[in-house]
């Protein structure tokens, strides 16, 4: 709070509460005109102030997100681990494991979303997506007016990762059918966690090794946060469930191959395949119970026949369609990065400081939080040009500007950071392409989709759609055969 730093020299917006600074409009499910304000007039390097004079750094500069997502990832760890001689004690991270445990699953679970992978796991994606197809059919012959497409679409992605990955089906995505808990759970999950942000970056790492686990849950109970139980309760159920997954292939493996091709996934799936090769695996990249479970894990189509992968992943405007909606509307607006020592983060673009000196690198503190901000790189029109803000398929049809190619940026995909770059980058990131075509090619060929009234996106963690007036996400659409 004393010393001056660089930080302090980089422009950005003044705070506008003593008491939170800018924090409330960085976090802000309303957020996205603040993020689209302060990128375009501050640029790729911005000062954010937070609780109590504290400050965050708003990064969507080239070769600093390089820098702290691929080459110096082992210093900048997601901020809200929590880690003590070099383990982690805490963290919501999807794999939320550290350095070599982190290397050893990423080894065994790259190949499981693999392209060949993929090919194999083609008919069970049409075969969910053809399950969805027809509940929607059921409930618009029976004349509903509008259908909460989120309410399918988050059940048929769960029943999707369910079958694929887990082995497991939550959902016969049959209408009226009762739900897994789990699945209304992931629903509820986004919303919460987002509303427990100043929770899990300031608190959370900070009494993390209070007591044992018995002494941090009676905490919990004890706490007055109605958030913070459903949070909890969704956690247990997740954890309990997986378990549960866990113990089922368990006893499937134990009874042999006949058993496990009978399971759901035909011991194609993640699971199956991640505990034969962990069976087979050397003794230093065998994981633990503990680590297994840390993981989530018209025209070209012939009559009747259904599009084969080549097919579906070849097709040019669809995967525009794709790309562009992926690009301007990323899902994760941004990553939370902490420096764990301090750095010097080397730039791209040269920011001119508050004192008129001309900075090419940065001095980054111990302990500064970093926002990877996905969103306004994706959209930056130095990389994107002056329509970057404009959903333009036709833009992937023809060659890229060298503006983009010459950004070198480090996402995995695209030259977009949606899925994020390095060893942290998405691992399901040809499973959700997969995922988005066959939905999409199974629903358009059926129906005819419109909105019905106006939507409103919140900027939650992961972007949430809310119908207007609704208090809970939803996604109301106007749904008709297109036979009618
Ligand atoms: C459009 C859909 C998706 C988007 C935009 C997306 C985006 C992301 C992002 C930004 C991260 C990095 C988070 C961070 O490091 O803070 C991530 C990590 C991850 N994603 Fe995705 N994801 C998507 C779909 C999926 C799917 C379908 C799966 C699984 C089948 C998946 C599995 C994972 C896993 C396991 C990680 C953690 C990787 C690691 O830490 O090594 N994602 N995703």
């Excluded at 383990?87 to 494991?97: A, H, I, P, Q």
């Excluded at 008919?123 to 012959?141: D, H, I, S």
Aim: hydrophobic share 40%; aromatic share 8%; net charge negative.
């Amino acid at each position: 709070y004393i010393t001056k730093t660089d930080l302090d020299n980089i422009p950005g917006p003044r705070a506008t509460s003593f008491w939170k600074g800018n924090f409330h409009q960085i976090f802000n499910p309303n957020g996205w005109d603040f993020h689209k304000a302060i990128a375009l007039k501050f640029g790729s390097i911005i000062r954010i102030n937070t609780y109590l004079g504290g400050k965050m750094l708003y990064v969507f500069d080239p070769k600093a997100m390089h820098h702290i997502l691929v080459k110096d990832q082992h210093i900048y760890e997601e901020t809200s681990a929590f880690i003590e001689n070099n383990r982690l004690v805490f963290g919501d991270g999807l794999l939320s494991t550290l350095g070599e445990q982190h290397r050893k699953q990423r080894k065994m679970l790259n190949p499981v979303f693999s392209i060949a992978h993929m090919r194999q796991m083609i008919p069970t994606f049409y075969e969910v997506a053809n399950n969805l197809g027809q509940a929607v059919e059921v409930k618009v012959k029976s004349n509903v007016q509008e259908i909460d497409m989120l309410e399918w679409m988050a059940r048929t992605a769960l029943e999707l990762i369910g079958q694929s990955g887990l082995g497991y089906s939550f959902d016969s995505l049959v209408d009226n059918a009762p739900q897994h808990p789990y699945s209304i759970s992931v629903k509820q999950l986004v919303p919460v966690s987002f509303r427990l942000i100043f929770f899990r970056i300031y608190v959370i790492p900070r009494i993390a090794r209070w007591g044992p686990p018995q002494f941090r849950r009676a905490l919990l109970n004890l706490y007055p946060s109605k958030n913070l139980h459903q949070m909890r309760d969704i956690v247990d159920l997740m954890h309990n469930t997986s378990l549960e997954i866990i113990q089922q292939k368990r006893k499937a493996f134990e009874e042999g191959d006949e058993a496990v091709a009978q399971q759901i996934g035909h011991g194609k799936d993640v699971i199956s395949i991640l505990m034969r090769a962990n069976m087979e695996a050397s003794e230093e990249d065998r994981l633990t119970d503990d680590e297994l479970l840390g993981q989530e894990l018209k025209e070209a189509k012939g009559e009747g026949a259904e599009l084969s992968y080549d097919q579906l992943v070849s097709l040019p405007y669809l995967d525009a369609v794709c790309r562009e909606t992926l690009r301007l509307y990323p899902p994760v607006s941004s990553v939370l990065r902490t420096a764990r020592h301090d750095t010097i983060l080397p730039l791209s673009n040269p920011v001119l400081g508050v004192d008129g000196r001309e900075m090419h690198e940065i001095h980054i503190p111990k302990d500064t939080d970093i926002n990877v901000s996905i969103l306004s790189s994706n959209r930056n029109p130095d990389i994107w040009t002056s329509d970057s803000y404009d959903w333009k398929p036709e833009r992937w049809l023809n060659p890229l500007p060298d503006s983009v190619t010459e950004a070198h940026l480090p996402g995995i995909y695209s030259h977009l950071m949606t899925f994020i770059g390095g060893s942290r980058a998405c691992i399901g990131f040809k499973f959700s392409q997969l995922e988005m075509k066959v939905v999409l090619a199974v629903l358009l060929e059926r129906f005819r989709l419109a909105p019905s009234g106006e939507i409103v996106w919140a900027m939650n963690g992961i972007s949430t759609p809310y119908g207007k007036g609704s208090t809970v996400p939803s996604l109301p659409l106007k749904v008709s055969l297109v036979s009618e």
